[in-house]
């Protein structure tokens, strides 16, 4: 689902584009920034740990499921925390071209040192959950993640958002791969690419 998600959060930054050129009032412009930040803040938080969580349940080591089951939650609280306030104050949202990609400027809840917090921990629920899979396949693409993750903040941190979520989008065809290589995902055997004894 991953590369579909993708391509639906890709198609409606594209009508965000069109949006934007064709002199949209920032009102226009806002549902679909809010559509297309829904998957940037809410769902990839959600949706990345619980699938580990899920390939994980009953495979890994008790306290490690409990530890996916955390990061889970916790990515869920995260994303709401980051997009319900935006959805429910406009003010809190402006978007623009900037430098050839589209800034989101959000105001989120949290600024400051908590908002460096709250960006790192957005990182550890998207990443942690892959590195703690015994996929090696999985732990790479946790770590492509990370490193288009680092790349789209020093190349275009004014656009971060923008940059990061097209690059994971390109990162996304990988899954496809990873799903169509690993004959344990292809088959009801063990989804995390483990061989039987």
Not at 40 to 48: N, Q, V
Not at 170 to 177: A, Q, T, V, Y
């Amino acid at each position: 689902m991953m590369p579909v998600l993708f391509g639906v959060q890709q198609a409606i930054e594209g009508l965000v584009w069109l949006a934007l050129e064709a002199g949209t009032s920032p009102a226009g412009v806002r549902p679909l920034a809010l559509a297309y930040l829904f998957f940037a803040f809410a769902l990839w938080p959600s949706w990345i740990p619980w699938v580990a969580f899920s390939m994980a349940r009953g495979r890994l080591k008790p306290w490690l499921q409990v530890l996916l089951g955390a990061l889970s939650l916790c990515g869920l609280l995260l994303g709401l925390g980051l997009w319900l306030p935006l959805l429910i104050e406009p003010t809190r949202l402006s978007t623009a071209v900037h430098g050839h990609s589209i800034a989101y400027s959000s105001e989120l809840l949290l600024s400051g040192t908590a908002g460096s917090l709250a960006r790192l921990l957005y990182l550890l629920v998207i990443v942690l959950p892959l590195l703690l899979l015994p996929s090696p396949r999985l732990r790479l693409f946790a770590l492509a993640l990370l490193s288009t993750g680092l790349l789209a903040d020093w190349y275009a941190h004014h656009a971060f958002t923008s940059v990061w979520c097209y690059l994971c989008a390109l990162l996304s065809s990988w899954i496809l791969w990873l799903v169509w290589s690993e004959p344990a995902m292809r088959s009801n055997a063990d989804p995390l690419g483990r061989r039987a004894a």
